[in-house]
T-cell receptor, first 116, second 112 residues
Framework: DTAVSQTPKYLVTQMGNDKSIKCEQNLGHDTMYWYKQDSKKFLKIMFSYNNKELIINETVPNRFSPKSPDKAHLNLHINSLELGDSAVYFC???????????????FGPGTRLTVL | GQNIDQPTEMTATEGAIVQINCTYQTSGFNGLFWYQQHAGEAPTFLSYNVLDGLEEKGRFSSFLSRSKGYSYLLLKELQMKDSASYLCAVSLFTGGGNKLTFGTGTQLKVEL
């Protein structure tokens, strides 16, 4: 059974297009995340949702809009794609954190986005 | 601000021991994670430290000193399959979830 799944695995598209990436987790976790890993392999958080509520919103262009229809799903929609959006996007999930508590994040397989 | 430093690359011999260091300066701290990432794959959890000291898990150990802002990951009896990127990440509790801030990763190459 796949714990955190993402679709599609690869996405090649033209500049200016709009695209979506879907993520689902079957771990029963309350919190989900989107990360971007650039060509230098630097992994940076973009968004986090807890029980469908946005709790982390890093400095990300508003062309990126996350949507969480329920706590098992977190989708990422990107408008007007730019060359610089080319990267690997990872979805992750965890139990809700507690101050001083441990909550491991489980990552999906990633979506490699290439903007031409 | 958040600043996490790791060496970019390391090379070690199969069967040897290697130590990967991580130093951090962050506003807030709720633990430090180490993740392993093979090329083209997702990061996978290796270890977590929130208190000072050593945590051991099989061939992998991780150490934390909060006062020094320092952690290391120790890999023993290196195997070829240990060739991967090792990511140090500081956790900050944000309410409802932990925000992980990652270092740039250390690319470890294990040679015969």
């Amino acid at each position: 059974d796949t714990a955190v799944s993402q679709t599609p695995k690869y996405l090649v598209t033209q500049m200016g297009n709009d695209k979506s990436i879907k993520c689902e987790q079957n771990l029963g976790h309350d919190t989900m995340y989107w990360y971007k890993q650039d060509s230098k392999k630097f992994l940076k958080i973009m968004f986090s949702y807890n029980n469908k509520e946005l709790i982390i919103n890093e400095t990300v262009p508003n062309r990126f809009s996350p949507k969480s229809p329920d706590k098992a799903h977190l989708n990422l929609h990107i408008n007007s794609l730019e060359l610089g959006d080319s990267a690997v996007y990872f979805c992750a999930s965890s139990q809700a954190g507690t101050s001083g508590g441990y909550n491991e994040q489980f990552f999906g397989p990633g979506t490699r986005l290439t903007v031409l | 601000g958040q600043n996490i430093d790791q060496p970019t690359e390391m090379t070690a011999t199969e069967g040897a021991i290697v130590q990967i260091n991580c130093t951090y300066q962050t506003s807030g701290f709720n633990g430090l994670f180490w993740y392993q990432q093979h090329a083209g794959e997702a990061p996978t959890f290796l270890s977590y430290n929130v208190l000072d000291g050593l945590e051991e898990k099989g061939r992998f150990s991780s150490f934390l000193s909060r006062s020094k802002g320092y952690s290391y990951l120790l890999l023993k009896e290196l195997q070829m399959k240990d060739s991967a990127s090792y990511l140090c990440a500081v956790s900050l509790f944000t309410g409802g979830g932990n925000k992980l801030t990652f270092g740039t990763g250390t690319q470890l190459k294990v040679e015969l």
